[in-house]
């Protein structure tokens, strides 16, 4: 299990002590997409989603679960996040929407998850608020393309 953090000599889940670590500014991007039917993408770019406002609870949503990371991933450390932003972009060429995510904070740790986390919540949001119209969305290349900070530095997705 060398080189896997989240495990002990034994093979054992545990929390990894970042107390040792020093406190740095940290930054995450993630992206990923949502694609649906063409009718789906009109109704949420047209605003006639029965729903409501599909874009905008989408990025509140997002925001949420970046927030709420280290309840749902069990070996997340709670942080400090201090700037969480998920953009939205229409892609009618998918036809769907495009999603990035940013998360930054000063701590001892990476904000990969958040921003992982944020993008994912917020497909799913989407598609929750859209699903009775389009049960065949798919969700994919949720990824992080930035991460920088600590002792690792920089890594950017090519």
Do not use: N, W
């Amino acid at each position: 299990m060398s080189g896997l953090t989240h495990f002990d000599a034994e093979g054992h889940a545990h929390m990894v002590d970042v107390s040792e670590k020093a406190v740095t500014s940290r930054i995450a991007t993630a992206e990923g997409y949502i694609k649906m039917q063409r009718e789906t993408f009109d109704l949420i770019t047209e605003g006639r989603a029965k729903k409501g406002d599909v874009v905008g609870v989408a990025r509140l949503a997002g925001i949420m679960g970046a927030k709420k990371t280290p309840e749902l991933i069990p070996l997340c450390h709670p942080l400090p996040v201090t700037k969480v932003t998920v953009d939205l972009t229409q892609d009618p060429e998918l036809p769907g929407l495009r999603i990035e995510a940013t998360v930054k904070t000063t701590g001892q740790t990476g904000v990969e998850m958040e921003a992982l986390t944020a993008v994912s919540t917020c497909a799913l949001t989407v598609y929750d608020m859209v699903k009775a119209v389009d049960k065949g969305m798919e969700i994919g290349g949720v990824r992080v393309i930035l991460k920088d900070g600590g002792k690792s530095g920089r890594y950017e997705a090519t």
